[in-house]
Nanobody, 118 residues
Framework: QVQLVESGGGSVQAGGSLRLSCAAS????????MGWYRQAPGKEREFVSA???????AYADSVKGRFTISRDNAKRTLYLQMNSLKPEDTAMYYC????????????WGQGTQVTVSS
């Protein structure tokens, strides 16, 4: 079965950086589309970034120019490099996977917490 395990979260000061990782197993990683979402306390889960099997990327306006999504197909790992972090980036970050032929993500990791202090 699909397994997604996030890591790399933590507490940083504003302006700092973190790199999130998502280790994937149980499916053919190289041909699936992957994404990152986040959910802050009291708010709905929101899209952060996505990458297709071909490497095409997309970002939420709030993170453009600060976050970079990438994937290492040999390691079956998804990454999210987060720079210039802001307090409003504080949230639980989730890795998500879907077959590129379907529009919605239906496999999710357990999340990793990112806390940014001012």
């Amino acid at each position: 079965q699909v397994q997604l395990v996030e890591s790399g979260g933590g507490s940083v000061q504003a302006g700092g950086s973190l790199r999130l990782s998502c280790a994937a197993s149980g499916f053919t990683f190289i041909v699936w589309c992957m994404g990152w979402y986040r959910q802050a306390p009291g708010k709905e889960r929101e899209f952060v970034s996505a990458i297709t099997s071909g490497g095409r990327t997309a970002y939420a306006d709030s993170v453009k120019g600060r976050f970079t999504i990438s994937r290492d197909n040999a390691k079956r790992t998804l990454y999210l490099q987060m720079n210039s972090l802001k307090p409003e980036d504080t949230a639980m970050y989730y890795c998500a996977a879907r077959r590129c032929s379907v529009p919605e993500y239906n496999d999710w990791g357990q999340g990793t917490q990112v806390t940014v202090s001012s």
